[in-house]
């Protein structure tokens, strides 16, 4: 593949993670297999702590929550005979969380619990955040060249400064200048691109954006914002129509920063 060059007057670079920066395997293959692997133990070496405690009780709203909505819900049976109580309510936890991941629920009780095993897995050692290996060379070369380098991911700030902080490569933080997420809006929002020029402080035609999904791509070209599709092994395939739109690359590598010093 051909080398892209982007526009001479981008000042930033704003990055997408799942499928850009990392496989996008990464998440159901590694991240949401922990949870469903060591859930039961979690919450059994953590019961009596604070943390814990208000994670079961954030899942206990929700459930109680899901009923008024009468939502299918999983609130099973207790087996009054085998077990202790404390065995009981984990047991319940575990197949209420286990329900709300089968079911892709984003729910915020589910999103904190996961935050909080993550954080200890990657912490750790035993997750290490994947990278792909043309990256951190790359950022570091356009940092070196004067540029900006910030991340816009729909995981939140916490679990993106996990992964890159506890990556393959190392801790490699410093490689940005900054974080976004879906608190600033949708990806799939142009108005999320405005208002992360406003926060970067440029005009978003000095933005170029990377990403591997052309829902993003066709909102950030909205806001005027410059953008490049990457594609990587695993990554929805592009329509002809979208190959010949969208300027693409393989490997960060092949951006091209032409006519800078
Ligand atoms: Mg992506």
Redesign the pocket.
């Known amino acids: 593949m051909a080398s892209v060059s982007i526009p001479v007057c981008t000042t930033a670079l704003l990055l ?5 920066t990392t496989p ?1 395997t990464f998440v159901k293959d590694i991240l949401f297999p922990y949870i469903r692997e060591h859930l039961e133990d979690h919450l059994s070496a953590h019961w009596e702590e604070d943390e814990c405690k208000q994670d079961v009780h954030l899942l206990k709203k929700q459930i109680e929550e899901d009923m008024r909505q009468n939502r299918a819900c999983c609130v099973h049976a207790v087996d009054q005979t085998v077990h202790t109580d404390e065995e009981k309510a984990i047991r319940e936890v575990v197949d209420n969380v286990l329900w709300q991941m089968a079911a892709d629920r984003k729910s915020t009780a589910l999103k904190q619990l996961q935050g909080h095993m993550w954080r200890a897995a990657y912490s750790s050692g035993k997750i290490k955040g994947e990278i792909y290996q043309d990256v951190v060379p790359s950022i570091k070369s356009w940092r070196e060249r004067g540029l900006k380098v910030y991340i816009y991911s729909s995981g939140s700030v916490e679990a993106q400064k996990l992964l890159f902080g506890y990556s393959v490569e190392g801790d490699v933080l410093d490689l940005f200048d900054g974080h976004f997420d879906t608190n600033i809006g949708a990806k799939v929002d142009g108005k999320s691109y405005e208002r992360i020029a406003e926060r970067i402080g440029c005009q978003p035609e000095e933005i170029t954006f990377l ?3 052309t829902r993003e791509a066709k909102a950030a070209e909205e806001a005027r914002v410059n953008v490049v599709v990457v594609v990587r092994p695993g990554n929805m395939e592009l329509t002809e129509e979208e190959k010949a739109h969208y300027n693409l690359i393989t490997s960060f590598s092949q951006l091209q920063l032409m006519g800078r010093v």
Do not use: W
Not at 16 to 20: L, N, P
């Open positions: 997408d993670i799942e499928g850009t996008i990403t591997d999904i």
